[in-house]
């Protein structure tokens, strides 16, 4: 994770990897310049050790403190190119116009992809049509075949059928869950989860889709 602090206190969180790109941004009530590089399983060392209870966090350059009941861990940063910092943002200024753009709500969409990912088999792929206010998602494979619609609020483009891979796309919702309504949009090569939360934060997440 690339986390990056700017005085005016804007806090920056990204990641990325060939097929996955995400990114979370909040502003925040004050703030010390900085940049950190930290592997991903620092949090998941954190997350086990927390155990569902409250912590503090301290990022500094150098790495991550961490404490909360029954324990304090303190673990170091990774050395990180400057590019990388501006990979994820830059990718998503380069984004084409989407071809097809809808508000949809989370929890609606994840319970649908959950359900449908019991028969998921290699090399298969989610094949998602959208008709006016209705998304219809759809796996078939040699365990069998099920689909399943949700209802959508329509921004912009034409009615489109388009495949991805089951997997990136559970990747996405699996991070999108904590969030009531996104917005999804569908560009050439990419699928895109975006929106702002209650809580001020902005979100985007992508990965890539099957033409």
Not at 175 to 184: E, F, S
Request: proline share 4%; glycine share 6%.
């Amino acid at each position: 994770s690339y986390i990056s602090m700017s005085k005016d206190g804007k806090l920056s969180v990204s990641s990325f990897d060939a097929q996955h790109f995400g990114l979370h941004r909040i502003k925040l009530a004050s703030g010390a310049e900085f940049r950190a590089a930290l592997p991903a399983t620092h949090f998941s060392l954190v997350e086990q050790l927390a155990n569902g209870g409250d912590m503090k966090f301290k990022i500094t350059n150098t790495g991550l403190r961490a404490s909360g009941k029954g324990f304090a861990v303190s673990l170091p940063a990774t050395q990180a190119e400057d590019r990388h910092y501006n990979m994820v943002t830059d990718f998503l200024k380069a984004l084409p116009k989407p071809v097809f753009e809808c508000e949809f709500q989370v929890d609606k969409l994840a319970s649908i992809a959950d359900n449908l990912y019991t028969l998921y088999n290699a090399n298969a792929n989610f094949v998602v049509k959208t008709k006016g206010a209705v998304l219809n998602i759809g796996l078939s494979t040699s365990s069998g075949s099920a689909s399943d619609s949700i209802k959508v609020k329509p921004v912009s483009g034409k009615d489109i059928t388009f495949s991805v891979d089951p997997r990136l796309f559970m990747d996405l919702l699996a991070l999108a869950k904590p969030h009531k309504v996104l917005t999804l949009r569908v560009m050439p090569k990419v699928l895109s989860l975006s929106g702002t939360t209650d809580d001020g934060c902005n979100i985007s997440l992508s990965c890539s889709r099957v033409d």
